[in-house]
């Protein structure tokens, strides 16, 4: 069965510093591999996802990922954080070719920015 | 606007009364799906559908039920509502195929007292 674990519950940046966010998952092979960011009191709103070429993927409000194979990983960063990027932020998988297009969910890093 | 809706957004009910949570998705989505948020354990899938009429087991489907007799619409059924089902729902939908990703709906907070 398909696991991500994401490293630090809970993250704090100041404003204007990287932001780096953990995820890494356990599949015998490559899944499907997104961000999700929940606002409060919102739904999940998709950053980014990883499917297949680059390994680098860019979302949106400048986030961008890298998927390495080779780590299991697929790490969420923005170079410069914003007030408004406080949230709480998803790591998902999904297994290529699944019968089930089940979303796996790490269980979230609440991001604080320090003004 | 492509979207997802849930209905209601709050609801607090008692011990043993059935409800029945909606969910409806104006994008022709063949795959929809019910999962549910608590703090520290993440997004837990409850029940999915593939199409009209083909429903199946995520999870955590104990204690649920879901239809799926049209297309755009997948309703959450608790039947006897416990307190251990205060939590957070959200509703997905997407294209069959995983690579999309789901589009969420805005959530339903429930409290069983």
């Known amino acids: 069965a398909q696991s991500v674990t994401q490293l630090g519950s809970h993250v704090s940046v100041s404003e204007g510093a990287l932001v780096l966010l953990r995820c890494n998952y356990s599949?015998?092979?490559?899944?499907?591999l997104f961000w999700y960011v929940q606002y409060p009191n919102q739904g999940l709103q998709l950053l980014l996802k990883?499917?297949?070429?680059?390994?680098l993927v860019k979302g949106i409000n400048g986030f961008e990922a890298e998927f390495k194979k080779s780590e299991t990983s697929f790490h969420l960063t923005k170079p410069s954080a914003h007030m408004s990027d406080a949230a709480e932020y998803f790591c998902?998988?999904?297994?290529?070719?699944?019968?089930?297009?089940?979303?796996?969910f790490g269980k979230g890093t609440l991001l604080t920015v320090n003004p | 606007e492509a979207q997802v809706t849930q209905n209601p957004r709050y609801l607090i009910t008692v011990t043993g009364k059935k409800l029945t949570v909606t969910c409806s998705q104006n994008?022709?989505?063949?795959?929809m799906s019910w999962y549910r948020q608590d703090p520290g354990l993440g997004l837990r899938q409850i029940y999915y559908s593939m199409n009209v009429e083909v429903t199946d087991k995520g999870d955590v489907p104990e204690g649920y039920k879901v239809s799926r007799k049209e297309k755009r619409n997948f309703p959450l059924i608790l039947e006897s509502p416990s307190p251990n089902q205060t939590s957070l729902y959200f509703c997905?939908?997407?294209?069959?195929?995983?690579?999309?990703?789901?589009?969420f709906g805005s959530g339903t907070r429930l409290t069983v007292v």
């Open positions: 994008m022709n989505h063949e795959y």
């Open positions: 599949s015998s092979v490559p899944p499907y």
């Open positions: 998902a998988v999904s297994e290529r070719g699944g019968s089930n297009y089940k979303l796996t």
């Open positions: 990883y499917t297949t070429g680059a390994t």
């Open positions: 997905a939908s997407s294209r069959t195929g995983t690579s999309g990703g789901y589009t």
